[in-house]
């Protein structure tokens, strides 16, 4: 990571943790039978988050040279991310246990469809760059500033695997562990090729036949 000051790290950590991190954890109020996305109008919200996460990158994120290939690593990380939501869909079933009455009103036409792609595309890259790099690798560098002490790095891949997946208990138990499924794969992912983009490609492709398959 690129070196800044101490306190400058400590506040821009704790900046988006109130920007990030809290607010998913407020959705869980949302009601039952309540379409997860009733209106798809111009994603605002989601497109500030996205500016805000680039701002992120360009600070925090140093360039590797590393030659990346150009499909595989988004075609497995994809095949992976729907293995997974296949595994999860087939213990709910066995188990029972279901998300509820939670449903998702799908957009309607090309303008609604065009905006629903946005809405995605910015999720995906600001919770590819949050969750898979910035939070976890900024933590452990900020716990470890004067010393790397035992199990530092499992514990901020943990917190890092935790916050992700609570952000989804808003849609249940079943989501909570899907999502703490794939944050595996694609922080692997991330590790595995040191870009950030098959993860962002992935988990957006995901998303969008996610919701046609629904």
Not at 8 to 24: E, Q, T
Not at 113 to 130: G, K, P, R
Not at 138 to 156: A, G, I, N, P
Request: glycine share 4%; hydrophobic share 55%; with cysteine.
């Amino acid at each position: 990571m690129k070196k800044h000051t101490l306190l400058s790290d400590i506040a821009v950590f704790l900046l988006i943790i109130f920007l990030f991190i809290v607010p998913p954890f407020f959705a869980a109020s949302v009601s039952p039978g309540r379409p997860l996305f009733s209106l798809w109008g111009f994603p605002w919200y989601q497109l500030l988050l996205a500016l805000l996460s680039g701002v992120l990158l360009f600070f925090y994120y140093e360039k590797t040279d590393r030659r990346t290939l150009i499909i595989f690593p988004v075609l497995f990380t994809f095949g992976m991310l729907f293995s997974v939501s296949l595994f999860c869909r087939f213990l709910a079933e066995v188990t029972g246990l279901s998300d509820g009455d939670l449903s998702v009103s799908k957009p309607e036409g090309v303008l609604q469809w065009s905006f629903c792609l946005i809405n995605f595309l910015c999720a995906a890259f600001y919770e590819e760059v949050l969750y898979r790099f910035y939070f976890i690798d900024e933590l452990f560098v900020l716990v470890t500033h004067k010393k790397q002490w035992h199990l530092s790095r499992l514990l901020c891949e943990a917190l890092g695997l935790l916050c992700f997946a609570f952000a989804h208990l808003y849609m249940g138990w079943i989501s909570v562990l899907n999502a703490a499924l794939a944050h595996v794969f694609l922080r692997l992912c991330f590790k595995r090729f040191g870009k950030l983009w098959p993860c962002v490609a992935s988990h957006f492709i995901y998303n969008v036949i996610s919701l046609i398959l629904l």
